[in-house]
């Protein structure tokens, strides 16, 4: 029998028996619909957050006091020295040192919160912060430790609502600050906090606090993230007499990080969930194939009478199996194409949804997970279809023209 | 004349029996038969007699359990499932009681079925082919209906014109006339009355009732198994030349 013959002995049969066929087809539906939907999600997602990440943190290097986020209080390891210090390396440039002031910002009988930060202009540039009215905080600013203040896009709001802050002053701890600009909204749901910053000189925050050590500092890399961390860190450790060649961050009386490092690991972390989810799905694919084996099973059972007369009027087993295996392999690869449309589609759907929440949420399509999808919809074909398949060729054609007698 | 063609089936001392559960339960005992080209033959017998057996075996779709069935001289107990099979594409061919036609499918595309399974005839000729066997059972202005469409006899006429497509040494025919009323009977009986006067077809018929056994030359009676009677009495003859030949 020729191959065409038989791919269209199969197909008929398919059609033939639309609602069974459409049955059989919505396990493998089901299956590689939630494949691709969960694959495409998870990587959506890590998309959107590598996204967020690399949208303020092009080759930005933060440095820290180590502790400083275990007991929540300013250490003292990192010292101003060490940032004039850092200014001198040729790996890093735009290093803006913090110091944080724990006060209120009070602005008529409106009052804030927030996280003030005393630092220089490097700070904006290393977060990509814009300005949104006014100006930014200016050399001038610094050299004479003027009260200024930039306010970021939210405390703006909070603070002033519609008006104008230009101009106006507000009270933080003590003093009075004159507000010489306002920045944008980063407009992203991860990075939102930044709105609610309030940023003043860092001579003025230094003489404001009495505080000698830095908070932190922030700096970017020039070329390399690899390159700028070991110099940083290196020359730290000299300048801190510490001896740690082996590498042993616990022994650092600080930590250097890079946001590359911080998206190497949102990668694998999502990476790790999709692959879960990715799994889970892949159970109910088995569940379809399952499916299959027993519909195409009962499908033998019910023509017993077709296959033998296929078989008295010429057909071999090989024939037969052939045609079986074909109808199996044909149901989950439509079931399979529309499991991957299907999915595809209910992804871009969520992408888009999620994109009115959080701020733009790209949709991703893996091709790899596509073509594992595509090869999983057809190994499953052949392995459950095969059992049924090989049922069916062994039927002997006169038991078979008999069954009904 | 039929005598002067050569043996088409010849079988000597064929046997066969079923088991089940290590049970052996016979069913023909040393059928001696002897099937000349152009041969219209009935086998008669009650139920339970062994006659359907027996023309499964003639047909290649069961093997016999001892004995030798020679088929244009050549012996089949040797053939492989593939060679059956091919035997079953182009030299034997079938008409049963229940007709079994492929439902939702049209008359052209049952007729030409074997056609997808014959080893040497090309696609392109199937619908001239199927077309000719329809004509020949007079089924032409029905060709494109669906078999379920159809009356009882015209479902039997194309069955046989299915088992004409292929031009086989031999028609089965199980019964054929089992499931239809007098007159359809009649009408079947009839085409395939023709097809061997006319075209001197071989047809072995397989039936029960004395009527339709009647339209062949030759009666063969078969009871508990064995060869009871036969009208044309070629066993002595046959067993002779059996000797000769050993």
């Known amino acids: 029998m020729l191959l065409r013959d038989t791919i269209q002995t199969a197909h008929r049969a398919i059609v033939a028996h639309r609602m069974r066929s459409l049955l059989t087809m919505l396990g493998i539906i089901i299956g590689v619909g939630s494949v691709v939907l969960m694959v495409s999600v998870g990587r959506s997602f890590e998309r959107y957050i590598l996204d967020q990440v690399e949208s303020f943190s092009n080759n930005l290097i933060e440095l820290y006091p180590t502790g400083y986020e275990k007991f929540g209080r300013t250490l003292d390891s990192v010292t101003y020295g060490d940032y004039e210090a850092i200014t001198g390396l040729t790996t890093v440039k735009s290093v803006a040192p913090v110091i944080f002031i724990t006060e209120k910002v009070q602005y008529g009988t409106e009052e804030l919160s927030p996280n003030i930060f005393g630092t220089t202009s490097n700070f904006f540039a290393n977060y990509g912060l814009k300005l949104g009215e006014g100006r930014l905080l200016s050399e001038a600013d610094e050299k004479a430790a003027r009260s200024v203040t930039v306010l970021g896009y939210e405390a703006a709001e909070d603070l002033f609502g519609q008006r104008s802050p230009l101009g106006e002053r507000v009270q933080i701890g003590s003093r009075s600050y004159t507000v010489v600009g306002v920045m944008q909204s980063v407009g992203s749901a991860l990075m939102q906090d930044l709105d609610t910053f309030v940023f003043v000189p860092f001579t003025t925050a230094r003489s404001a606090t009495g505080q000698k050590e830095l908070s932190y500092m922030t700096m970017q890399a020039v070329e390399d993230d690899e390159l700028a961390l070991a110099d940083v860190t290196l020359l730290l450790r000299q300048r801190h007499g510490i001896d740690n060649p082996e590498n042993d961050y616990d022994k650092d009386d600080f930590r250097a990080r890079s946001a590359e490092q911080a998206t190497k690991i949102v990668g694998q972390v999502t990476l790790g969930l999709t692959v879960f989810i990715a799994l889970i799905a892949g159970v109910s694919l088995l569940v379809g194939g399952i499916g299959i084996m027993n519909i195409m099973l009962v499908s033998v059972a019910e023509r017993t009478r077709e296959i033998g007369l296929r078989k008295a009027v010429g057909a071999r087993g090989h024939d037969i199996l052939l045609q079986f295996l074909i109808e199996a392999v044909t149901l989950t690869l439509v079931g399979g194409s529309i499991g991957i449309i299907g999915g595809m589609t209910l992804g871009m759907i969520l992408a888009a949804a999620a994109s009115k929440y959080i701020g733009y949420v790209p949709f991703v399509l893996s091709f790899p997970a596509l073509l594992a999808a595509v090869l999983m919809a057809l190994g499953t074909g052949l392995l459950f279809g095969i059992v049924p398949a090989k049922k069916a060729a062994s039927l002997s054609p006169m038991e078979a023209i008999r069954w009904d007698k | ?246």
Not at chain 2, 23 to 36: G, H, K, N, S, Y
Not at chain 2, 163 to 179: C, K, Y
Not at chain 2, 193 to 205: D, E, P
Request: proline share 4%.
């Open chain 2, 1 to 246: 004349m039929a005598k002067q063609n050569p043996p088409l089936i010849e079988t000597v001392d064929l046997c066969k029996s079923y088991f089940n559960d290590g049970m052996e339960t016979p069913v023909l005992f040393d059928i001696d038969l002897t099937i000349r080209e152009g041969e219209f033959i009935s086998i008669m017998g009650p139920s339970g007699s062994g006659k359907s057996t027996l023309m499964h075996i003639l047909g290649f779709l069961d093997t016999p359990t001892s004995g030798s069935y020679l088929f244009r001289g050549q012996k089949t107990r040797v053939l492989h499932d593939d060679e059956l099979a091919r035997i079953r594409a182009t030299r034997v061919s079938f008409v049963f009681q229940a007709f079994n036609l492929l439902p939702r499918t049209t008359v052209l595309d049952n007729v030409i079925l074997p056609l997808l399974y014959h080893p040497t005839i090309p696609a392109s000729e199937r619908t001239e082919r199927g077309m000719k066997a329809i004509e020949q059972v007079g089924l032409t202005e029905r060709a494109t209906y669906f078999t379920n469409q159809l009356s009882g006899g015209q479902q039997q006429r194309t069955a046989i014109a299915r088992s004409l497509v292929t031009e086989p040494d031999v028609i089965f025919a199980d019964e054929p006339t089992g499931n239809l009323d007098s007159a359809s009977g009649i009408q079947v009986m009839e085409v395939l009355q023709n097809l061997h006067s006319k075209q001197g077809r071989t047809i072995v018929l397989v039936t029960h009732e004395k009527t339709t056994a009647e339209y062949a030359e030759r009666v063969i009676h078969i009871l508990d198994g064995r060869i009871a009677t036969d009208t044309r009495d070629f066993k002595r003859n046959h067993a002779k030349n059996v000797k000769h030949l050993k």
